[in-house]
């Protein structure tokens, strides 16, 4: 195969990585972070590309559409959080409901209509495409637009998750009672939690329909299924242990390399509806490898046990035959 076209993979790919991995970022924080899996990223993730296109439309400056991307994905978390903390709903059951309603409200911002075209509208990547114009690196204004927004949400996070509210968010994940103990509401820093978390899921479909300059009502569709993935790889390459700046580029390096695989698995001619087979593959290998690695000395030992019970008896065999 030439070079060419596998550096364009590989650039395609890491577009959509880094923009997807604000998504995982997101996930990071109410998954890893809160211990609560939000079921509400599609929906808020196709909100947050709803609204941003239709602002850009509107008002021609992409950075008010991200700022409104922003604020609708805030609502959204909000509402999930308060169906958890104040109305006693599951927090996967609360996910689900918030992500079927949105999508009633998402084709109300639309205007009824399926999609969306921004080619006559100012976004984020033009400007980048405008600033790098001329120069050598013109060709990769949509991933440094990205690796920008990317690096930006990478020092929030770290900076937040340091200060006494984001430990307190952190301590909520991993023990409500001692911090109900601690005079701390758990259901505020939920709240709080979430309404990052869906901001961030708003930004990343926000940056996704400005970068493919347009948007449909399904372009949430298995969102939190690749930022799982994605999640889960990163944590192959980067421990839990270490600290939360080098757990976030974890996230965003498992984001790239799922978006690899699909963009692999597109090369090859790969039929459009086997991708969500892919992802539920990926997802299962992902988590099965840690459990597997766990495992791997108890299954060693067992295995060398059994070796060594054949070879006794193949020589106590052999003796008796002798005898």
């Given at each position: 195969m030439p070079l060419s076209p596998i550096l364009g993979i590989v650039q395609t790919a890491a577009e959509l990585g880094l923009i997807s991995s604000i998504t995982v970022l997101a996930l990071f924080l109410s998954y890893s972070m809160l211990n609560i899996c939000d079921l509400s990223t599609d929906g808020c993730f196709a909100l947050g590309a709803a609204v941003g296109a239709v602002v850009a439309i509107a008002s021609?400056?992409?950075?008010?559409?991200?700022?409104?991307?922003?604020?609708?994905?805030?609502?959204?978390?909000?509402?999930?959080?308060?169906?958890?903390?104040?109305?006693?709903?599951?927090?996967?059951?609360?996910?689900?409901?918030?992500?079927?309603?949105?999508?009633?409200?998402?084709?109300?911002?639309?205007?009824?209509?399926?999609?969306?075209?921004?080619?006559?509208?100012?976004?984020?990547?033009?400007?980048?495409k405008k600033l790098l114009e001329n120069t050598p690196f013109a060709g990769l204004y949509k991933t440094l637009g990205a690796l920008v927004a990317v690096a930006l949400v990478i020092v929030f996070l770290s900076l937040f998750l340091r200060t006494k509210l984001g430990l307190a968010i952190r301590a909520t994940g991993n023990n409500p009672a001692m911090v109900r103990s601690s005079s701390i509401n758990p259901a505020f820093t939920t709240t709080v939690g979430l309404c990052i978390s869906g901001s961030l899921t708003a930004l990343s479909g926000c940056l996704l329909a400005q970068s493919q300059k347009s948007v449909?009502?399904?372009?949430?569709?298995?969102?939190?299924?690749?930022?799982?993935?994605?999640?889960?790889?990163?944590?192959?390459?980067?421990?839990?242990?270490?600290?939360?700046?080098?757990?976030?580029?974890?996230?965003?390096?498992?984001?790239?390399?799922?978006?690899?695989?699909?963009?692999?698995?597109?090369?090859?001619?790969?039929?459009?509806?086997?991708?969500?087979?892919?992802?539920?593959?990926?997802?299962?290998?992902?988590?099965?490898?840690?459990?597997?690695?766990?495992?791997?000395?108890?299954?060693?030992?067992r295995f060398r046990a059994r070796r060594t019970a054949s070879k006794e008896d193949v020589s106590g065999s052999g003796g008796e035959e002798n005898a």
């Open positions: 021609g400056n992409p950075f008010l559409s991200i700022l409104a991307a922003m604020a609708a994905g805030i609502l959204s978390g909000f509402v999930t959080a308060f169906l958890q903390t104040r109305m006693g709903i599951n927090s996967l059951l609360s996910g689900i409901i918030v992500n079927t309603g949105l999508y009633s409200i998402i084709m109300l911002i639309m205007g009824g209509r399926p999609t969306l075209n921004l080619n006559s509208a100012d976004t984020y990547f033009t400007l980048f449909s009502a399904d372009i949430g569709s298995g969102r939190v299924t690749i930022a799982l993935a994605s999640l889960l790889i990163g944590g192959i390459f980067i421990s839990a242990r270490r600290k939360i700046p080098f757990r976030a580029v974890g996230a965003v390096l498992g984001a790239i390399i799922f978006q690899l695989v699909y963009a692999i698995a597109l090369r090859f001619n790969m039929p459009a509806y086997m991708l969500k087979l892919v992802s539920a593959v990926i997802v299962i290998i992902a988590i099965a490898t840690p459990y597997l690695n766990s495992k791997r000395p108890d299954l060693m030992r």
